[in-house]
């Protein structure tokens, strides 16, 4: 049985359709006045959603593989554990780091809202805060997780966390084999943003970039 842990409260000052109509029809002026390019927007905002944003998140599990200690404070206190290294901020104030483990699979959806650990993942991705992930993550994480190209073995249990307005979630992926040798900087290289948000796996040494 896959679990869910729903202890979500809206949040009140969320409003993200509002702002986003706000910004849309400031690029749609700005774009008619002929001062901005829309393809340079969307290459600006692809690179802090995928690459930029999610380094935070990548050095603090690149620390919690390597150092025992610090994974422990994150176990324990995941927001005080994160602050140290710098990475506190809008949405990402109360932080709780949750571990996968062979027996274990992590996933993090927001079902009300869009609640997301901005200070360590950076922009979330569309997908995210769509409708048909924010339920299905919920009643089928495992056919949501195989459409990611993640098919886990069906003996692994998936936990699927509510992230809410109060506490957000970071997901700690498992550390990948042949990394030994490896420094913090070099194992963040294999931390990707969907790794820390469960619907996706650490990448394999071989297929770092």
């Known amino acids: 049985m896959d679990d ?13 359709s509002d702002m986003q109509a706000r ?7 700005l774009t008619e006045k002929g001062l901005i390019d829309p393809a340079a927007i969307d290459v600006i905002v ?36 994160i602050a140290s ?4 901020g809008r949405q990402g104030e109360h932080m709780r780091a949750v571990f996968n483990t062979p027996e274990t699979h992590n996933l993090i959806v927001c079902t009300l809202c869009s609640c997301y650990p901005w200070s360590v993942l950076g922009l979330p991705p569309v997908w ?13 994480p495992r056919g949501v997780l195989a459409e990611f190209g993640l098919t886990l073995p069906e ?5 699927v966390w509510d992230s809410t307005a109060e506490l957000r979630y970071l997901v700690i992926p498992e550390r990948p084999v042949g990394t030994e040798g490896m420094n913090e900087t070099a194992l963040a290289d294999l ?12 990448r394999a040494p071989e297929e770092a970039i």
């Open 85 to 88: 290294l710098g990475f506190t």
């Open 23 to 29: 910004v849309k029809a400031l690029e749609t002026l």
């Open 191 to 202: 931390v990707s943003r969907d790794a820390m948000i469960g619907t996706a796996i650490a």
């Open 155 to 159: 003996e692994k249990k998936i936990r």
């Open 128 to 140: 995210y805060k769509a409708p048909a992930y924010r339920s299905r993550a919920v009643i089928d």
């Open 4 to 16: 869910h842990d729903d202890h979500h409260h809206h949040d009140p000052d969320n409003h993200y």
């Open 46 to 81: 692809e690179t802090y959603e995928t690459k930029v944003g999610p380094r935070n998140g990548a050095q603090v599990v690149a620390k919690a593989w390597s150092d025992p200690e610090f994974a422990e404070w994150l176990k324990r206190d995941a927001t005080a554990a």
